[in-house]
């Protein structure tokens, strides 16, 4: 008989029922380091007061009125965004799935209202991720998530991740706009290079297309800077953001210059529960917590720390790891042994670790962990290594 909740997902015997901090404690009491948090979601780890206060805050006020009217928390979570980052304009969705269908909707229209109805084809990377609806299966295009669900959304082009000739070879006229993640997260944290990164905005100038950078899983402080991309010093046209704005209360965003969302006029898309006052309450508070010098240079700090660490634990455990890379707090350990054989592993030591494409463990550790919990980290991590070698 088929189980009452879609078995859909395959779940570690693990059931948490309360968090704290970078902790969080099972059904049976154990307390586990957690070094997923809700892969990517909990930035600020779990329970933190500031967020709980604005969730409760807004809980007692007013939960949902729809987007027929003025949403206050919504204009002002766009407001910072604004006043924070390259775009002009702001779009909240629920989630990252539907960031994606946004951008696709918006490069797409753009062109279409640019007497350029052809340009409908965007250009993604093998490896990437962007959700699981029908645009964004179709924009991963791995076999893996389109198998059986055909047929799929036409006009995306596949390209080998870092292969720069194939790329230029495949921008034609009917090319609407690249999308990227500047680190690839379930594709096994593979960051693009600042010089990739530069070279594509170039590209995206030369032939007036679109760049379209997917942010929900390396944005909101991951990297050490509030989006990713800063680093290599580009700015996007569409950013699709979802994950640690919210803190773990469902939020995503898409954010844009006014030039990328000029085909975006009232009546084009919508959402019942996008921005709704809870969430951007929520994203309020994350915000104003994250993007802060002090706290970003801690990111950075810590990231430093957990990294030099790693490369112990690596150079200690031989035959069961092989290298760290990543940026920020968004870090793959990439394995000899196999990775699930470690996360379940990890789980007997009390270390949560989310696994990834290309035999890599991840850690995307709430940005607030304290240095003791990076070498509790460690510990327990050295613990599960020792465990899969024997
Ligand atoms: C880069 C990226 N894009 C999009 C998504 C989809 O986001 P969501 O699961 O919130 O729909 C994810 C989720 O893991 C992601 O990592």
Redesign the pocket.
Known sequence: MIASVLPTYSRAPLTFVKGEGTWLIEADGRRFLDLGAG?AVNALGHAHPKLVAALTDQAGALWHTSNLYHIPQQQQLADKLVDSTFADTVFFTN????A?ELAVKMARKFWYDKNAPQKVDIITFDGS????SSA?IAAAGSEKMTKGFGPLLPGFTHLAFGDHDALSAAITETTAAIMI?PVQ??GGIRPVPDQCLKGLRDLCDEHGILLIL?E??CGIGRTGKLFAHEWAGIEPDIM?V??GIGGGFPL?AVLATEHAASGMTAGTHGSTYGGNPLGCAVGCAVLDEVNTPEFLAEVNRKSGLLRQKLEGLVADNPDVFESVRGAGLMIGIKCKALNMDIVNAGYDTQVITVPAADNVIRLLPPLTITDDEIADAIARLDQAAKAVSA
Not at 95 to 98: A, V
Not at 129 to 132: E, K, L
């Open positions: 892969i989630s990252g799935t539907e994606c991720f962007h959700g699981r964004g993640e997260g379930e997917d929900v899983q699709m979802a994950k995503g």
